[in-house]
């Protein structure tokens, strides 16, 4: 049965290595054995999935905004563009002054430069407590660090899309990501917001970005392999891409309204956060695909699986046991996005329902062949490190 405030996704703005926008984006994954894009040399030994060429000008039309945004914020501000242009709501003045908005996000980038400096000039300086204020008031422009803090890029995304409702940002990796989408969706059900622009972005064409990934040694290292088989491999799993998904989520009554195209309507979003170290990882999994209310018969799932060991091992060991799943590991192709991670799920599986066919196997030495219509697909992002994530996303 249909609600008035059933949530339903109506603009789509995805950018990965693979391309940007959903028709790309559908007309790549769609096809059987397609090969990831990858830089092995840049990073070596760590492989990572590039962006592609981007015109920053189709979106964000001042080179002055352009200038002031690292690339992440600008990812995300292109990705956000595309999303609001996808649902006809860019340059619509009432309707983006009336819509709220619900950011995944980093810290942004570091200034290696600085850093190196600084390295470098505490090895013949004992007072570094005095050097290090020197070269915070000296090195680092107040716009240049003010351009970092996660809020910008909501920031950003109100002054170049003109999007003035409220505004809140999420920090966490894949958790900031399911705990947007989980906010955005609780507030058009509860009646606070009829229109939200939710999602993230991640550039990880940047050495402290990788950093943060391989100080617990999550990396993976040598050859580049399909995210279920890097069990046993060198380093930690993780394959990192570039990228940014945001997805325009409305109430349906508000969608009907104004006649526009529906993907695909979003089933609640279940969280959690289980004692990894106590062994409580599988059980949690388990216990939010029971609270998903899945369909009986065979489900397509767009797993985010990062490829970390312990993580993607539960996450599989789960699948495994549900005969009837056949799950798609989408960063064998675009690599892990953190906190775009969830949305971009969520993309896929609603682009999966709207064009009524499933994605060919991504590994088709592990993942099941889906044969049917998907009605309804499974989006999870169950985090390399910490917090669990999945919604259903249902045929409008």
């Not at 990572?48 to 920053?56: C, R, S």
């Not at 060198?234 to 409305?250: D, N, Q």
């Amino acid at each position: 049965m249909s609600s008035p405030r059933d949530v339903v996704i109506t603009g789509i703005g995805l950018v990965s290595s693979l391309g940007e926008g959903p028709d790309a984006h559908w007309q790549k994954l769609a096809q059987p054995g397609l090969q990831p894009v990858l830089e092995a040399a840049r990073f070596a030994p760590y492989t990572i999935h590039p962006l592609p060429d981007i015109d920053w000008n189709l979106q964000i039309a001042k080179r002055g905004d352009q200038r002031q945004m690292e690339t992440w914020q600008r990812l995300g501000t292109y990705s956000a563009g595309l999303a609001l242009d996808d649902a006809g709501i860019k340059g619509n003045d009432e309707l983006c002054a009336t819509m709220d908005m619900v950011v995944a996000a980093g810290g942004g980038e570091r200034d290696e430069a600085v850093d190196a400096a600084i390295l470098a000039a505490s090895e013949s300086r004992n007072d570094r407590d005095v050097l290090l204020n020197e070269k915070l008031t000296t090195e680092l422009r107040p716009t240049l660090f003010l351009a970092q803090l996660s809020n910008l890029l909501a920031g950003n995304i109100s002054i170049v899309h003109k999007v003035t409702g409220s505004s809140r940002t999420f920090m966490g990796e894949e958790g900031a990501g399911v705990a947007a989408v989980e906010t955005a969706a609780a507030r058009i059900r509860s009646g606070q917001s009829t229109h939200v622009l939710v999602g993230g972005a991640f550039q990880t064409e940047h050495s402290d970005m990788l950093l943060g990934y391989e100080l617990a040694g999550y990396l993976h290292r040598g050859a580049w392999k399909p995210v279920w088989q890097r069990q046993g491999g060198e380093g930690g799993g993780v394959v990192t891409g570039s990228g940014g998904a945001f997805l325009v989520l409305e109430q349906r009554e508000h969608a009907e309204s104004r006649g526009r195209k529906i993907y695909a309507e979003l089933g609640h979003i279940v969280s959690g956060r289980a004692r990894r170290r106590l062994g409580e990882l599988d059980a949690e999994i388990a216990t939010l695909l029971n609270q998903t209310a899945l369909p009986d018969g065979e489900l397509l799932v767009m797993s985010g699986a990062s490829g970390a060991h312990a993580a993607t091992a539960a996450e599989k060991a789960t699948f495994d046991a549900h005969p009837a799943i056949a799950a798609r590991a989408f960063s064998t192709l675009t690599g892990h996005m953190k906190e775009a991670q969830f949305p971009f799920a969520v993309a896929l599986a609603a682009l999966a329902v709207d064009r009524k066919a499933a994605y060919p196997a991504f590994d088709a030495t592990v993942e099941k062949p889906f044969g049917g219509v998907p009605r309804s697909v499974l989006a999870t992002a169950i985090g390399y490190h910490q917090f669990e994530g999945m919604g259903l996303v249902k045929a409008a």
